[in-house]
């Protein structure tokens, strides 16, 4: 699930800096402000998807606030690195821990 969550914020970077630039081929700056809003949730994801083996409470908190932050930010944009996102979260905090 670390990869899942991985390739979901590096795919959240990637559409938040398209959204950026499709506003700058139309002129329309509502979204593009908002991009920046895409790539910090992105970040967000990365760092989540790092702690999600030695805290997935936390981490998964992290990846369901980092979806929600980038479908806020660039709206469709978002909606796969989402749902990656989200499917990384509920998958490791559904799981209970190991005990060795």
Known sequence: ?????????????????LAMFFTLIENTYTVGNFGLLGIAAGILGIIAAVLLNKKPVLAGVLLIVAASVGIYGVLLYFFVPAALMLIAA??????????Y
């Open 1 to 17: 699930m670390k990869t899942v969550a991985t390739v979901g914020g590096i795919f959240g970077i990637i559409a938040s800096l």
């Open 90 to 99: 509920f998958v490791k905090m559904s799981r209970k821990r190991e005990s």
